[in-house]
């Protein structure tokens, strides 16, 4: 930063900076060709020029700067216009691959928010989509391309599939759009002032004579609509030739006929009947009608267009979830800032205070608080210390620790919640079915209203017939143009869905999302679900003979091979007593049952009760102690050792705290509990019985969950299934709605229709708020879409005019049009505010 420059930041409301120690504490050494930061210590390639040394990330990024180093030393603030040095630029973005630096956050600020703005014609093209996309539309999502153009059903542009780009830049269409809206209003403001004059005392058309004044309006409206307009004509053209009537349909019908009887009007007045001027007058023109009409029909667009990219911010405020770069650690220690994408499974990273985890891994050094909020929804930090697992995203609250990345790319968790929201978006709800059905007969039912309107008026009308009857048959055609319609399920989903990724609740499809608010019955798994999913060794209890120590030895060493959480537990507890583990050989799991192996020669099994009776084990003799443990909501199992019975373990599984309110809102939301559980029916009734559960199944083995699920639906009953695990699977996909609980295993999210990312009943209850708000949200705007048609198509036909004298303008039912469709696009925004 040159001295001038420095001096002339004042003007520009910023603070001067400061030559002192405090700003070599806070300066930042950056690569001027590429623009990343670079560690001097990190044995990064370097080189002076004019008596500086310059740190570059790679040789290529050397070689460019020494090929035309003026080139790289300075970059200008697209805000404020102020030179930087590239070098030692605190505050830098890239956007759409451009680089871009800062001489301060404020400017920073400003740019991020409004960069177009400050780009002007040096603005990035948005980026070309990748070979191979595939388009699709917002409303239809059926319709797939493999090149961009219009909807064949509704019109509306395709958009690429997928999940968006973060730097995507603004959709063409709404730049399009709004170009031509701007052009259409500059042009239709002085066709009102010149046909509506007289009715604000402006007598223009006295002033300047009715031969010229409607010349003036054929020039002002002729570019409106044969330029302006195109894209509408192109559209109801297309609804014509694949036979899909739509709002296009009728835009392009009004529009066209009121302009096209003008022109002939204008051009020819002498071809119409006197009837049309009525009482020896000139025949009426209506280019304001056909102008203003297109005006306001671009403005209706131009809001949904806006509304649709902000229905999108969802998926970038996940994407920016995501650092852009991270503190990678070398083989000697060193550390470098490097693109996140450069990042590699295996990869040591440093994450400090403030910093966001670059990816998926686990904490290998140091400890922290984790805020996980934006991607749980749970409010409180999580701690993390040696071992634990990490989430790409999330922020460190306090503690520098270092962390080995795992999943990096499209596996992280974030990149895949970004998927699943994608998808979401553009996937139907059934309720949109019924909509697409009326929408194929209302089209031509308006067609019909506005031939028999015009035939009314033509034949029964007050003077001027003619130009009453095309007013009205205008009118009925614009006043019934259903994009309200069209909007009120999409937005309402595209919407929800993104406003449930970011409180935790990831929707796979909107049927989802529908069906959930109208399910009665919730099957729940105890383990992991109502309980916290880390049970503790309670009790050991040995038979007549048989030594606690040894036996205690023996499960422990054969539940060293099992994955369970209750193995888990046994292993656990018997470390924290000091028992010894010996060899076993041969062991196997029974799925639903208990495991079994041999120690030396002698057989050994630890399971359930069903586990013993196959092996012809009796447990009478520890009936009483069984009894005692299962009523106080412990889980009982029993060791036979050489086929005879050597006594029990006990463990207990804490209920979460959050448990008992969530179970309370469920019920209050009107579902009906159900608990199927593995455990034994004692165990799983007290923990019931705690919980105000309605109904517990137990001894389950996975089939059984299927098969009780085919009962409950068999019964008449909507019935939603929450599991984590791939046992889970058959039942999850089996049930009305399928809920995958935390980060559990990958097939019981690809068969569940919601995944909450943390494991917590209060993610079913924000789901099911969320699915309730959003039927909810829908039911509204097909009730206001329909019930505004139904009472505009009567107005604009005339119905008032007998009465009142009143006739609907074709303006005034354009305008009615477009703000319909504004007022179901802010209906549908409301759920951004749902709690």
């Known amino acids: ?10 003007h520009h409301g910023h603070a001067p900076h400061r030559h002192d120690d405090a700003k070599a504490q806070d300066e930042v050494i950056r690569d001027p060709v590429c623009g990343m930061t670079v560690d001097p ?21 050397r070689a460019k700067f020494e090929a035309a180093p003026e080139s790289y030393l300075t970059a200008k603030d697209p805000v404020c216009g102020m030179s930087v040095d590239r070098a030692t630029a605190r505050h830098f973005l890239k956007r759409q691959g451009e680089k871009f630096y800062f001489c301060s956050t404020g400017c920073k600020t400003k740019f991020e928010a409004d960069p177009a703005s400050y780009l002007g014609g040096n603005k990035p093209a948005p980026k070309p989509a990748p070979k191979g996309t595939l388009y699709t539309c917002p409303m239809h999502p059926e319709v797939v391309s493999d090149h961009p153009g219009d909807c064949p059903k509704c019109g509306m542009a395709l958009e690429p599939m997928g999940v968006p780009a973060a730097d995507d830049g603004p959709n063409p269409e709404l730049i399009d759009f709004t170009r031509r809206l701007w052009i259409s209003a500059a042009l239709s403001l002085p066709l009102l002032v010149i046909s509506m004059g007289p009715m604000i005392s402006l007598p223009v058309r006295d002033w300047i004579g009715e031969p010229l004044a409607t010349w003036i309006e054929l020039v002002l409206a002729t570019p409106v609509v044969l330029w302006a307009a195109l894209p509408f004509f192109r559209r109801a053209w297309n609804s014509l030739v694949n036979r899909s009537p739509n709002m296009w349909t009728l835009i392009g019908l009004g529009v066209g006929t ?87 499974a295996g990869d040591q990273l440093r994450v400090r205070p403030g910093e966001r985890v670059p990816v998926d891994g686990s904490v290998v050094e140091g400890q922290s608080t984790i805020d996980e909020s934006m991607i749980t929804g749970e409010p409180l930090p999580v701690e993390k210390t040696k071992g634990d697992a990490l989430t790409g995203g999330t922020i460190n609250r306090n503690g520098t620790f270092i962390m080995q990345a795992e999943k990096v790319g499209a596996d992280t968790t974030l990149s895949r919640i970004v998927e699943l929201v994608a998808k979401a978006q553009r996937s139907r709800a059934p309720i949109q079915t019924m909509v697409d059905r009326v929408s194929a007969i209302f089209v031509p039912a308006v067609v019909v209203a506005a031939i028999l309107a015009f035939a009314v008026w033509a034949f029964v009308g007050p003077e001027p017939r003619l130009a009453h009857a095309l007013l009205a048959a205008v009118a009925v055609l614009i006043i019934a143009c259903p994009c309200a319609l069209g909007l009120a399920t999409p937005m309402s989903i595209m919407i929800a869905t993104g406003r449930g990724a970011h409180e935790g ?28 999913g880390k049970p503790n060794l309670t009790d050991v209890v040995t038979t007549a003979g048989a030594d606690e120590a040894h036996l205690l030895s023996l499960a422990a060493s054969l539940e060293r091979g099992s994955e369970h959480p209750l193995a888990e537990a046994i292993v656990a507890g018997a470390e924290s007593r000091g028992a010894s583990f010996v060899d076993i050989s041969g062991f196997s799991a029974i799925t639903g049952k208990g495991v079994e192996g041999r120690a030396g020669d002698t057989p050994i099994a630890l399971g359930n009760a069903a586990m013993m009776a ?41 209920i979460k705290p959050t448990t008992a309110a969530a179970i309370k809102a469920l019920h209050e939301s009107g579902l009906k ?62 049930a009305d709605v399928g809920i995958a609980m935390g980060t559990g295993a990958d097939v019981a999210m690809e068969s569940a229709g919601i995944t909450l990312v943390k494991g917590d009943l209060n993610g079913i209850v924000r789901a099911r708020r969320l699915s309730e708000a959003t039927i909810r949200n829908i039911k509204q705007n097909l009730a206001f879409a329909f019930g505004y048609n139904a009472l505009g198509v009567p107005l604009a036909a005339g119905v008032l005019y007998p009465v009142f004298g009143l006739l609907l303008s074709p303006m005034l039912a354009a305008a009615a049009m477009s703000l319909s469709s504004v007022s179901v696009i802010a209906n549908a925004l409301r759920l951004r505010l749902a709690r």
Do not use: W
């Open 1 to 10: 930063m040159t001295p001038h420059d420095e001096h002339d930041h004042s």
């Open 41 to 61: 210590k990190a044995g990064k390639p370097s080189l002076d020029y004019h008596g500086r040394t310059f740190h570059f990330c790679s040789d290529g990024c």
């Open 258 to 344: 009121a302009y096209v009887y003008s022109v002939v009007a204008t051009l020819a007045p002498g071809l119409f009947p006197m009837t049309f001027g009525g009482h020896g007058e000139s025949v009426p023109v209506y280019f304001e009608a056909a102008s203003v009409i297109v005006a306001l029909v671009f403005v209706g667009q131009v809001l949904e267009l806006k509304a649709r990219e902000r229905t999108g911010s969802a998926i970038r405020a996940l994407l920016d979830l995501a650092p852009k770069t991270a503190r990678r650690i070398g083989a000697g220690g060193g550390e470098t800032d490097v693109p996140v994408e450069e990042i590699e």
């Open 505 to 532: 609740v990831l929707v796979r499809d909107a049927e989802a999302l529908e069906r959930f608010a109208k399910v009665d019955t919730l099957i729940v798994d105890k383990t992991g679900t109502l309980t916290e």
């Open 614 to 654: 196959d092996l012809g084990v009796s447990t009478e003799t520890l009936k009483t102690e069984t009894e005692r443990l299962r009523g106080e909501g412990k889980t009982v199992m029993f060791i036979a050792i050489d086929n005879k019975l050597a006594g029990l373990i006990a463990v207990a599984d804490r």
């Open 673 to 734: 509990i159900v608990m199927a559980t593995g455990d034994n029916g004692k165990t799983a009734a007290a923990v019931a019985r705690e919980l105000g559960i309605d109904e517990v199944r137990a001894d389950m083995l996975p089939e059984g969950k299927k098969a009780l699920i085919d009962e409950l639906r068999a019964n008449g009953h909507m019935v939603a299934m929450a599991g984590d695990g791939v046992n889970d699977a058959p039942a999850l996909a089996a």
